[in-house]
């Protein structure tokens, strides 16, 4: 099935689901099932499940953004590095509107890479980043195969930008900002963050750990709860690990499996104080199949999704009171 009409598919089931008010109904999307560990980087698998062979075990948060999916999407699909430029304008005008969690992290510097070395952030099929508790940072640019290497190893040679001390892969056509860990010591080592993984996506956020009341809602707020939204908080389980796959018209949350509380943690934007932006505005129709731990929501502004999700703003992820 190709990429749109996998997304297609999705977003029929989550009408089909959603199209009665009253409780949260099971939600059925198409999310491909993962394989137990990621030993090794697999160019052919969707980029959040193909990054974890490259990220750190020391990481807790993974942003992940699809250029070639946008690109499809917004109807840009054979745009790379030598398109004219009125044509890529065109197209960097209208990323800031979606769900895309970067907005390029060569883009500074595009201009000079394109000049000099004939490479441009246009050639970059997706990039992730990460970071840890501890303040450890790191990155990854997948470029497209017919992207010339030698001009990439030169860029980075040079210092130019965000690619000064990266390492250069030339057979799988990958720039890391450090040497990637050994398999042992990578998030694709990790079943329970495999699972998360690999549904198609504009976007994919995933992160280690519950968020605390006071980032997902704001300072003090948790005092001021009424007795009904405070005993649905204390009624939470514990949230190990969390994705969210932010698409065009839809958002996948992957909580885990055997999720008792799912229907509980979609109804938590109804009872909680509100975000800003407003979640329910942002994410609307939530349905939840607490077996396989799936969120579904209908995706009403990408942007502030995108925003939400970097600032930590999203109910269904707030830690047990």
Sequence with gaps: MSRVGSLGAALVGVLLLTGCSGDPKVVHQVVPTPEAVVTEYDASKEPSAAVLALVPSAATTLEVTDFDQLRLVLGFSTLD??????????????????????????????QRLRNQYGISQDDV??????????????????FHDKVPMPAVHRAV???????????????????????PPAAADAWGADPALVALTGTEAVSTYVRRGCTPFDTVFG????????????????????????????????????????????????RLAEVMP????????????????????????????????????????????VCPG
């Design 81 to 110: 590095g030598a398109t004219p430029g009125p044509e890529r304008d065109q197209f960097w005008q209208k990323v800031p509107q979606t769900a895309a969690l970067s907005d390029g992290m060569l883009r500074p510097v595009d």
């Design 125 to 142: 099929a997706w990039e992730a980043s990460w970071s840890g508790d501890s303040g450890g940072k790191g990155w990854v640019l997948a």
């Design 157 to 179: 040679e040079a210092g130019v930008g965000p690619l000064a001390g990266a390492v250069v892969d030339d057979g799988r056509h990958l720039v890391t900002s450090a040497a």
């Design 219 to 266: 300072a003090g707020m948790e005092k001021q709860l009424a007795a009904a939204p405070a005993a649905a908080l204390h009624g939470l389980d514990e949230l190990d690990a969390w994705s969210v796959a932010l698409g065009t018209e839809l958002v996948t949350v992957q909580l885990g499996e055997k999720r008792s509380d799912a229907f509980e943690r979609v």
């Design 274 to 317: 509100p975000t800003d932006p407003d979640f329910a505005l942002v994410m609307s129709r939530g349905v939840a199949d607490p077996a396989s731990g799936r969120l579904g929501y209908v995706l009403d502004d990408p942007a502030a999704a995108a925003r939400l999700t970097r600032e930590g703003h999203l109910p269904f992820t």
